[in-house]
């Protein structure tokens, strides 16, 4: 199987992406992360574009990784040399075995950005890779606006590649830095590339025209060896190559190696993981690694995947970490259910005593405002309950809301006060919140974490309000849908009632709870 190099820029080119910003400690929890799944280079900044990169390669300096760390910078400034240019110092005192360093391929960014010859660009190119190279550093070419200076000037833009191969460049990738190109052009150039030069040819692509993985993938098969991206494709503009759909790309379905094998299993879960620190929600709809990628609502889906999954699965949810998910609706049948529940109690089939009672208790309760569809967690433990399965994990004795307009100082408008039982032990808590219903989740932790630490870990993602009913005004049927995580898995849970509180607090604790039966097992 050909190898593909996998280089991840989360870090430095993602970290560009609009509300984005990482602490030193959360770039490297990532690099462990992305290390751990096998990518080969790891991007981790410009140090010296800011102090924050500085420093992250200074608490670095002295650490073991198995991947390729990558320190980020551009070529020298026109008219010096590369030991006066600061920026090229900076590079050099970060310490890394390897380096990026980009130029100019595109004579409109020679002529209007740079504002020197065409000449002076070359000899920045290959005079800025020489110098590292004799520094011993490891140099990888991003040649920037490769694609727009190639259809513009592509003898230009092929010298710009020549000059970086003359300095010694150990890797030419080719960079669609304004996302406007097809793949049937990146696969032109690419292949005109690898004929071109023996020096390895990467792509790295933005996804402004939505093409970055499509173009990223024509780009190996036209001969490129090595692959930029970011792992989720957030990035500048509209992000950048989504590494966590190139992989099984190539790798599942065109046969190349990206990453060990064994590894793959873990795509899903690292997916999160670096969502869970980027402060982001994992788009639902993401190929292979989202929570919907494997989900099936019709019946006619949910019927052809139960008899042969290859009808409406194109790889295996498990090869990549995922789960196969199906939606239980007022519109599911037994089967539907049944195979729903599979996980639960491996016993419980179509004609199972007592299912078809339980899917119309769904119906009943979707009728009244509940919604299962999108909140799995409630409904797993709703049947838990109708078959005999689940054991309350607390009491509630009862909670209070106090809400008011927040003083100058604080911006808490509401406290909360709960009081809990376990196993005969009481325990009762109270917190301040932005909101009541912000008020009573930090409440009901603090209680349970006594009982229960594992709820430490418990974060709300997203909380959602949906009046069913307005016709009854203020009296109207609500229903709150929150989906939390802990930081591994994410799950949803559904709340309904005339009473905004309670139907939220319902929501809340059967978060808490599916958080709980998973850790003993009882859920999978």
Same mark, same amino acid.
Request: glycine share 8%; net charge negative; charged share 25%.
């Given at each position: 199987?050909?190898?593909?190099?996998?280089?991840?820029?989360?870090?430095?080119?993602?970290?560009?992406?609009?509300?984005?910003?990482?602490?030193?400690?959360?770039?490297?929890?990532?690099?462990?992360?992305?290390?751990?799944?096998?990518?080969?280079?790891?991007?981790?900044?410009?140090?010296?574009?800011?102090?924050?990169?500085?420093?992250?390669?200074?608490?670095?300096?002295?650490?073991?990784?198995?991947?390729?760390?990558?320190?980020?910078?551009?070529?020298?400034?026109?008219?010096?040399?590369?030991?006066?240019?600061?920026?090229?110092?900076?590079?050099?005192?970060?310490?890394?075995?390897?380096?990026?360093?980009?130029?100019?391929?595109?004579?409109?960014?020679?002529?209007?950005?740079?504002?020197?010859?065409?000449?002076?660009?070359?000899?920045?190119?290959?005079?800025?890779?020489?110098?590292?190279?004799?520094?011993?550093?490891?140099?990888?070419?991003?040649?920037?606006?490769?694609?727009?200076?190639?259809?513009?000037?592509?003898?230009?833009?092929?010298?710009?590649?020549?000059?970086?191969?003359?300095?010694?460049?150990? $890797?030419? *990738?080719?960079?669609?830095?304004?996302?406007?190109?097809?793949? /049937?052009?990146? %696969?032109? @150039?690419? +292949?005109? !590339?690898?004929? $071109?030069? *023996?020096?390895?040819?990467?792509?790295?692509?933005?996804?402004? /025209?939505?093409? %970055?993985? @499509?173009? +990223?993938? !024509?780009?190996?098969?036209?001969?490129?060896?090595?692959?930029?991206?970011?792992?989720?494709?957030?990035?500048?503009?509209?992000?950048?190559?989504?590494?966590?759909?190139?992989?099984?790309?190539?790798?599942?379905?065109?046969?190349?190696?990206?990453?060990?094998?064994?590894?793959?299993?873990?795509?899903?879960?690292?997916?999160?993981?670096?969502?869970?620190?980027?402060?982001?929600?994992?788009?639902?709809?993401?190929?292979?690694?989202?929570?919907?990628?494997?989900?099936?609502?019709?019946?006619?889906?949910?019927?052809?995947?139960?008899?042969?999954?290859?009808?409406?699965?194109?790889?295996?949810?498990?090869?990549?970490?995922?789960?196969?998910?199906?939606?239980?609706?007022?519109?599911?049948?037994?089967?539907?259910?049944?195979?729903?529940?599979?996980?639960?109690?491996?016993?419980?089939?179509?004609?199972?005593?007592?299912?078809?009672?339980?899917?119309?208790?769904?119906?009943?309760?979707?009728?009244?405002?509940?919604?299962?569809?999108?909140?799995?967690?409630?409904?797993?433990?709703?049947?838990?309950?109708?078959?005999?399965?689940?054991?309350?994990?607390?009491?509630?004795?009862?909670?209070?809301?106090?809400?008011?307009?927040?003083?100058?100082?604080?911006?808490?408008?509401?406290?909360?006060?709960?009081?809990?039982?376990?196993?005969?032990?009481?325990?009762?808590?109270?917190?301040?919140?932005?909101?009541?219903?912000?008020?009573?989740?930090?409440?009901?932790?603090?209680?349970?974490?006594?009982?229960?630490?594992?709820?430490?870990?418990?974060?709300?993602?997203?909380?959602?309000?949906?009046?069913?009913?307005?016709?009854?005004?203020?009296?109207?049927?609500?229903?709150?849908?929150?989906?939390?995580?802990?930081?591994?898995?994410?799950?949803?849970?559904?709340?309904?009632?005339?009473?905004?509180?309670?139907?939220?607090?319902?929501?809340?604790?059967?978060?808490?709870?599916?958080?709980?039966?998973?850790?003993?097992?009882?859920?999978?």
């Amino acid at each position: 199987m050909q190898k593909v190099e996998m280089f991840d820029t989360t870090l430095r080119d993602g970290a560009q992406g609009e509300g984005i910003s990482y602490s030193v400690n959360d770039k490297i929890s990532i690099v462990r992360s992305l290390e751990t799944i096998g990518i080969e280079y790891i991007e981790a900044g410009n140090p010296g574009s800011n102090p924050k990169d500085a420093e992250f390669f200074e608490a670095i300096r002295n650490e073991d990784f198995s991947s390729k760390i990558v320190a980020f910078g551009s070529t020298r400034r026109r008219d010096t040399t590369c030991s006066e240019d600061r920026g090229c110092q900076a590079l050099l005192d970060a310490g890394t075995e390897c380096v990026a360093v980009f130029g100019k391929c595109w004579m409109l960014h020679v002529t209007d950005v740079l504002q020197t010859t065409a000449e002076e660009n070359l000899k920045m190119i290959s005079e800025t890779v020489r110098w590292f190279k004799a520094h011993g550093k490891m140099v990888i070419f991003d040649a920037e606006h490769f694609f727009d200076g190639f259809y513009d000037n592509a003898d230009y833009a092929m010298k710009a590649l020549e000059a970086a191969a003359m300095g010694g460049a150990d $890797r030419l *990738v080719l960079c669609d830095t304004n996302g406007g190109r097809f793949p /049937s052009e990146v %696969a032109m @150039a690419v +292949s005109d !590339a690898v004929t $071109r030069f *023996v020096v390895p040819i990467g792509i790295h692509c933005h996804n402004d /025209s939505g093409c %970055a993985v @499509a173009c +990223s993938v !024509a780009a190996v098969e036209a001969g490129a060896t090595q692959v930029q991206g970011t792992f989720l494709g957030f990035g500048e503009r509209c992000g950048n190559a989504n590494l966590s759909t190139i992989i099984p790309d190539l790798q599942l379905k065109m046969g190349y190696t990206c990453i060990p094998a064994e590894e793959m299993e873990s795509l899903t879960k690292t997916a999160r993981y670096i969502a869970e620190v980027s402060n982001l929600r994992l788009d639902h709809s993401m190929p292979f690694v989202g929570e919907s990628a494997f989900s099936h609502k019709g019946g006619m889906h949910i019927d052809g995947v139960m008899k042969n999954s290859a009808s409406f699965e194109h790889v295996p949810p498990e090869a990549v970490g995922n789960r196969r998910r199906l939606l239980v609706s007022e519109m599911s049948g037994r089967s539907a259910v049944a195979e729903k529940l599979q996980h639960i109690d491996a016993d419980i089939k179509r004609d199972s005593a007592g299912l078809a009672e339980f899917a119309d208790v769904i119906k009943d309760l979707e009728h009244q405002g509940y919604q299962f569809e999108s909140a799995g967690a409630s409904m797993e433990i709703r049947a838990l309950k109708y078959f005999g399965k689940y054991t309350p994990f607390f009491t509630l004795c009862h909670y209070k809301i106090i809400g008011e307009q927040p003083a100058p100082e604080t911006d808490r408008s509401a406290a909360a006060v709960v009081k809990i039982m376990v196993d005969g032990k009481v325990e009762m808590t109270a917190e301040e919140g932005d909101g009541p219903v912000h008020a009573l989740d930090k409440a009901l932790k603090k209680a349970l974490a006594v009982f229960y630490p594992e709820v430490g870990s418990i974060r709300l993602m997203d909380y959602k309000v949906r009046v069913i009913d307005s016709g009854n005004g203020a009296a109207a049927m609500v229903r709150v849908l929150i989906e939390s995580t802990d930081g591994e898995n994410s799950w949803n849970t559904v709340g309904a009632s005339t009473d905004i509180i309670e139907a939220s607090w319902l929501a809340l604790v059967d978060s808490i709870e599916y958080k709980l039966l998973r850790g003993t097992g009882v859920i999978s």
